[in-house]
């Protein structure tokens, strides 16, 4: 397929945090908050004269500073994010608004603020409490943490409108984006997509990379550009798979995926489409940061719940997915040492072998593309086998 017509320059948006549409917008007067986590409902970071950016660390080299700090035995994803801070890369941010969700990120976010990493006399770092639970309990409960550790804080440190109707503009906006980043994820559910894993993953982590005003124009060309794409003949791919787990930031590892034969149809991670990219529903008799509050809960497919009903619908989603994108497989992914996905993924890689016979492969990987050879051979690996159930299956059927 010919390349699409944005590629190259959103590839080169992902290639710094600071980035040329970040950099626009704070040459506006904007103000840039950072964030790493999707319990921190990034519409409400993008109120008023604030916008979201969801951290990356893509020119990060080594970690030696980071693991100083910290230690080796935590996850790539939060000491990467520690080092590019140290190192520099993040000066052009306001704010950081953390969440108490995981405690290596936390651990990883304090440094910010007790090491005065950012060099800005109003830089604060701000951690919401998260509760672990679903109930109507935690969700006032959240929404009070939402009005005091961000709205409130934005607010008093920038005069930023955090008002009703400034929320439900910023409510619109994020709809947009949503609604363009489903409506070109629906093309992965053809028989032979015309989009690529590779590619709709640069736009996925661009949407949230970048400020969504400046995004918005890429995302609208792409999405009326995909109308009229054909998709190669003869698909370069052997089998597709559905990607499920924690931080993917880089689409590089996608690309690696599916350089092995997996062509990658929909995803359920960190960064990814689902959950992140659902329209927030509004009511005119209800405010809207009720409503937003409401509309993470229930959207997350965080493995921090522990509750049942979460647990289950968490391998419900998965399932579903690999029957609404006519997938093959489940490759369950972890960063080494994320203390919730090693163990959701060896329980839902099981369940979902055994339960749903659905066939699935669980690998760790670090952040950087380090033992890419490993994790070819181990994709190619669980490709043929996935080639062989097929033939099996068909055989089976005469």
Known sequence: MKDLKHLITLEKLLESANNALVREAVDAGQHAIGYTCYHMPEVLLNTGDCFSVRLRAPLTGSMDISGYYMNNFICDYCKSILERGIEGGYQFLSAIAGTETCSEMNRALEHFEIMRIVDKDD???S???????????????????LQIKVLDRLHDAFGTDV????LRKAVEEHNEVCRLITEIGEYRKEENPRITGYEFAVLCVASYACPKAQILPYLRDTAEEL????????????VKIVIAGSEIDDPDFIKLVEGAGALVV???????ST????????????????SIARHYLKTSQCPRYMERSKIDER?????????EYHAQGVLYEQLKFCEFW??????ASYVMTHDFGIPSVAIDRQNAQGGAGQLRTRVQAFVESLEIKQIQSRKGGR
């Open 123 to 125: 830089f604060f770092v």
């Open 127 to 145: 951690f919401l409490d998260m509760p672990f639970k679903t109930t109507e309990a935690a969700v006032q409960h959240y929404i009070k943490q």
């Open 163 to 166: 008002s009703d109707a400034a």
């Open 227 to 238: 109308k009229t794409r054909k998709p190669d003949p003869k698909p370069a791919w052997r």
């Open 266 to 272: 929909a995803d359920r991670y960190c960064f990814g």
């Open 275 to 290: 959950p992140g990219r659902e329209e927030i529903a509004l009511r005119d008799d209800v405010p809207a940061l009720e």
């Open 315 to 323: 391998h419900a989603l998965v399932r579903r997915l690999v029957e």
């Open 342 to 347: 090693g163990y959701e993924r060896a329980l």
